[in-house]
């Protein structure tokens, strides 16, 4: 099965405890993360992220991030990462 999961405008600190939550519940083979409405992407709310596909990864299973907004695909160029790279934790050094 399939999950998708919409990405609020701004994920800052504030985010993160409900951001890691709902990624946490998820147990689904297959999950697709929405990044078109983002607008900020702050470092805490980045490594929620980057936890959940490695974890999931070590568990077989698969992630993507899709419709990254222009914004959201510059703030993760800051930090290294394209949309691709983001959900390939095999492709981080």
Known sequence: MTTHVQ??????YQS??????ELTAIAD??????AGN?????TLPLQV???????RAAQG?????AHA???CIDMLGL???TPETLTQPEAWT
């Open 69 to 71: 907004s222009d914004n």
């Open 79 to 81: 930090f290294g990462f």
């Open 7 to 12: 990405l609020h405008d701004r994920l800052d």
């Open 16 to 21: 993160v405890a409900p951001l890691m939550a």
């Open 49 to 55: 992220l980057l936890s959940a596909v490695r974890t």
């Open 61 to 65: 299973k698969i992630t993507r991030l």
């Open 29 to 34: 083979d297959i999950l697709v993360i929405d």
């Open 38 to 42: 983002v607008r900020h992407l702050g």
